[in-house]
Structures are given as C-alpha cells and as structure tokens.
T-cell receptor
Framework: DQQVKQNSPSLSVQEGRISILNCDYT??????FLWYKKYPAEGPTFLIS?????DKNEDGRFTVFLNKSAKHLSLHIVPSQPGDSAVYFC???????????FGAGTTVTVRA | GAGVSQTPSNKVTEKGKYVELRCDPI?????LYWYRQSLGQGPEFLIY????????DSGLPNDRFFAVRPEGSVSTLKIQRTERGDSAVYLC???????????????FGPGTRLTVL
C-alpha cells in the first residue's frame, strides 16, 4: 500500500511565483521526511529534510512545513526559477527504520 | 567529492538472461541501498546493506534478485532469468548511517536503466 502520497502529478507555475508541493503520509511511525528533486536521466538529488520535532525547516528558497496531526507536509519554493523545473519526490522514514518510502512524484514546470 | 556512481547507465538484455548492475557508494558511507523505480512511480526499496551484510532484503521481489557487497564498499545487484517486468531504473544510494537518527540522508546515484526485451 502507498504510505506516502503526492496527489498532484503536475504543477505549472510562473517564474518568480511560489510553488507549493503537497505530500500526505499514513504511517504514524514516520518521523523523518525528505524532498528530492529529479531531472531526467539523473538520480534523485537531496533537497531538504525535516524531522518530526520541527514544524518548519528553511534553506534558501526552499521551505518545508510539517503538520504531524494532519500527517501532511509541503514544500514551498519562492521564488520559482526555470531551473526548478523537475520531478519532486516526497520521502519518509522512521527513526527505527532506514528504508525510504517515496511518493509518486510531482512534475513542476516553471514558465518564463 | 565524488558522488554515488552506477554502471552501466543503460542495459538492454533479452528475456531469460542474467544481468549485473554495479554501485560505487560515496567514500566512507557504511550504508548502501538499492531501489527500483518503475515508470510514473517513486523509487521502491529493494535491499539495505550495513557494511558487508544485507541487513534487510525484504524488498527484493523474488529469488531471482540477489545483491552482494563483499568488501563493504562496491555493491552488485544480480538478476537471474530476467523478465520483461524487471524493466525499470535501478537506483543505488548510500549514507553515513552512524547509528539511528534523523539526519541520515541517503544520496542517490544516477541509476541504471534496465530494459528487458
């Protein structure tokens, strides 16, 4: 069963505007969450992470928000740039675990 | 420093053949993972090594799949009697894995695209 869900397969945003990507999870044992970015023909590249002891983590243009009660996290990209066009994967694991469970990905297209 | 490398980048084989996929992790990373990504899906866990031993191979789909890491560095994923359904991108990742914790980020290689005809 899919424990991590990204319900939006695609997102189109204008350059300079905010991109918001959403992710939901079902496993209450998950306490570490990551976002990966993937370009065609390349492996996923680590972008940003958050542990369950926080509700927000920021790194430059990227901010991840975690709502544990709703089992929901989101990635905000501000401002969006053409180079941000890629597939974004949400992933999760538990502290007593090591394997990552991934969502199906969201394809972001940033329009000039 | 060098990231995770995987060879070959592409592999085309015929149904029933045997294939080996290689992964070279980041130097110093004790943990190594194999994932498989099918079209339109996220990566799915196959197997995890801590050092030389397979700590968890619960994600391997069947006994045609096997992986080794004899010296605790390079790993080889082996697939026997390949089937068309094995076609996917096989991703390798490594991490420091210095005990449990929140900050053990997995770093991925570029993957091997396997096509079984």
């Amino acid at each position: 069963d899919q424990q991590v869900k990204q319900n939006s397969p695609s997102l189109s945003v204008q350059e300079g505007r905010i991109s918001i990507l959403n992710c939901d999870y079902t496993n209450s044992m998950f306490d570490y969450f990551l976002w990966y970015k993937k370009y065609p023909a390349e492996g996923p590249t680590f972008l940003i992470s958050i542990s369950s002891i926080k509700d927000k983590n920021e790194d430059g243009r990227f901010t991840v928000f975690l709502n544990k009660s709703a089992k929901h996290l989101s990635l905000h990209i501000v401002p969006s740039q053409p180079g941000d066009s890629a597939v974004y994967f949400c992933a999760a694991s538990g502290s007593n675990d090591y394997k990552l469970s991934f969502g199906a990905g969201t394809t972001v297209t940033v329009r000039a | 420093g060098a990231g995770v490398s995987q060879t070959p980048s592409n592999k085309v084989t015929e149904k029933g053949k045997y294939v080996e996929l290689r992964c070279d992790p980041i130097s110093g990373h004790t943990a190594l993972y194999w994932y498989r990504q099918s079209l339109g899906q996220g990566p799915e866990f196959l197997i995890y090594f801590q050092g030389t031993g397979a700590a968890d191979d619960s994600g391997l789909p069947n006994d045609r799949f096997f992986a080794v890491r004899p010296e605790g560095s390079v790993s080889t994923l082996k697939i026997q009697r390949t089937e068309r359904g094995d076609s996917a991108v096989y991703l390798c990742a490594s991490s420091l894995r210095q005990g449990r914790g929140y900050t053990d980020t997995q770093y991925f290689g570029p993957g091997t695209r396997l096509t079984v005809l």
